[in-house]
């Protein structure tokens, strides 16, 4: 059985000789984000964009119509999505729904695993959209999204942890292969995405506990407390002596002792969050 290290210098050895296939975003959520950049896009030139892929169409209304983003009369058209939600939220939401399907494997056992991954993402997703709603400066879509892709690089080691029968089946050992060497793999993902920096720095930062910078909270605070907000009750919790080292506590205007899962004003939306992300088909 391989070290920590060994495997994460086959991994990296894997990668730079392209014999490992990277996770990407889909070609369509691609092209949303190129149009939504550009100058002349419109509310128009997106929905036209989106309704030519019939499956992200439909979840895209699936969202719309949630009790998050709902108005009072139902959207039935693309057009009329983008139109109220605006052409910045389609573009996360389109990320952040295209990221589903990445967490797919052919094993049964790494498909388990997989789905874990993602409902846990999807978890801390939903914590992280409901603390941006006391940070005007930051944005609660893409803190969402940021929760999302916090744990993006856990893919390639288990798509290679795949061909390994051994390691497939070997939970503990593999869940500290990802512990280790996702945050890395994942800001490295993010780079070739080319997500912006404070979205990119997401997977490292939000693993370290002593994450400090000048200035309000950003998206790596964000993703860290709500990270552990997560792990609340878990056999994977940290200690509660350990939360009180933790700066993003504060910047993001939350007592370490503090669980918000459990306040009624939060409880409801982080319910509906993670509805929405676990329910798109």
């Known amino acids: 059985?391989?070290?920590?290290?060994?495997?994460?210098?086959?991994?990296?050895?894997?990668?730079?000789?392209?014999?490992?296939?990277?996770?990407?975003?889909?070609e369509i959520a691609l092209r949303v984000r190129d149009e939504v950049e550009n100058e002349m896009a419109s509310?128009?030139?997106?929905?036209?964009l989106i309704s030519s892929d019939p499956a992200l169409s439909a979840r895209l209304?699936?969202?719309?119509?949630?009790?998050?983003?709902?108005?009072?009369?139902?959207?039935?058209s693309v057009r009329m999505a983008v139109t109220r939600l605006g052409l910045g939220l389609v573009k996360n939401l389109v990320v952040s729904l295209a990221m589903k399907q990445m967490f797919q494997a052919t094993s049964d056992a790494l498909d388990r695993k997989m789905r874990a991954v993602w409902e846990q993402s999807v978890?801390?997703?939903?914590?992280?959209?409901?603390?941006?709603?006391?940070?005007?400066?930051?944005?609660?879509?893409?803190?969402?999204?940021?929760?999302?892709?916090?744990?993006?690089?856990?893919?390639?080691?288990?798509?290679?942890?795949e061909e390994d029968p051994v390691l497939s089946n070997d939970a503990e050992r593999l869940d500290q292969y990802v512990?280790?060497?996702a945050p890395v793999i994942g800001s490295y993902i993010l780079k070739l995405w080319k997500f912006p920096s404070g979205l990119r720095e997401v997977p490292g930062n939000s693993v370290k506990l002593d994450y400090d910078h000048e200035?309000?909270?950003?998206?790596?605070?964000?993703?860290?407390?709500?990270?552990?907000?997560?792990?609340?009750?878990?056999?994977?919790a940290e200690s509660p002596e350990a939360w009180t080292k933790a700066p993003a506590f504060t910047r993001v205007g939350l007592a370490p002792d503090a669980n918000i899962i459990e306040m009624e004003c939060h409880a409801e939306e982080?319910?509906?969050?993670?509805?929405?992300?676990s329910q798109i088909t």
Do not use: C
Request: net charge negative; glycine share 6%.
């Open 123 to 161: 978890q801390v997703a939903a914590i992280a959209r409901v603390l941006a709603s006391g940070l005007p400066h930051l944005d609660r879509e893409q803190a969402m999204l940021g929760g999302l892709i916090h744990n993006i690089g856990a893919l390639p080691v288990l798509t290679l942890a």
């Open 179 to 181: 512990q280790v060497i």
């Open 215 to 236: 200035g309000p909270a950003d998206y790596s605070d964000l993703v860290l407390v709500s990270r552990l907000q997560h792990q609340l009750g878990s056999e994977s």
């Open 43 to 48: 509310a128009e030139s997106l929905a036209e």
């Open 270 to 277: 982080i319910s509906e969050v993670e509805q929405m992300l």
């Open 61 to 76: 209304l699936q969202v719309a119509n949630s009790p998050l983003y709902r108005g009072r009369s139902e959207i039935d």
């Open 1 to 26: 059985m391989s070290t920590t290290k060994q495997f994460f210098d086959t991994l990296k050895s894997s990668i730079a000789n392209n014999e490992i296939r990277l996770p990407t975003l889909p």
